[in-house]
Nanobody
């Protein structure tokens, strides 16, 4: 069973940076992807970024337009860990950040059908 564990959230001042981590285990597929979502109070969940374990050739990583200038996703395949570097934090970035994952089907594309979810990590940005 795939398990995901987020870490790295916290309280930061606007303009600061954070690096979130998502440690993954239990993948049985050779090709898989891990993404980050966030959900702010009273708002719908938003996908912010996603990367596969073979980025570049498959169109990943991808970013939401609202974050692409400040967020950077990366994967350490050896550690099965995905990082989300967030710079120039804004109060509007305040949310619970979740990582989610899925396997890439044969001849398929990454970052669809997220089957596994972590518990989330809170990011709070003060003004």
């Amino acid at each position: 069973e795939v398990q995901l564990k987020e870490s790295g959230g916290g309280l930061v001042q606007a303009g600061g940076s954070l690096r979130l981590s998502c440690a993954a285990s239990g993948f049985t597929s050779d090709d898989y992807f891990i993404g980050w979502f966030r959900q702010a109070p009273g708002k719908e969940r938003e996908e912010v970024s996603c990367i596969s374990n073979n980025p570049g050739s498959d169109g990943s990583p991808i970013y939401a337009d609202s974050v692409k200038d400040r967020f950077t996703i990366s994967m350490d395949n050896g550690k099965n860990t995905v990082y989300l570097q967030i710079n120039s934090l804004k109060p509007s970035d305040t949310a619970v950040y979740y990582c989610a994952a899925g396997g890439i089907p044969p001849r398929g594309l990454p970052c669809y059908d997220f089957d596994y979810w972590g518990q989330g990590t809170q990011v709070t940005v003060s003004s």
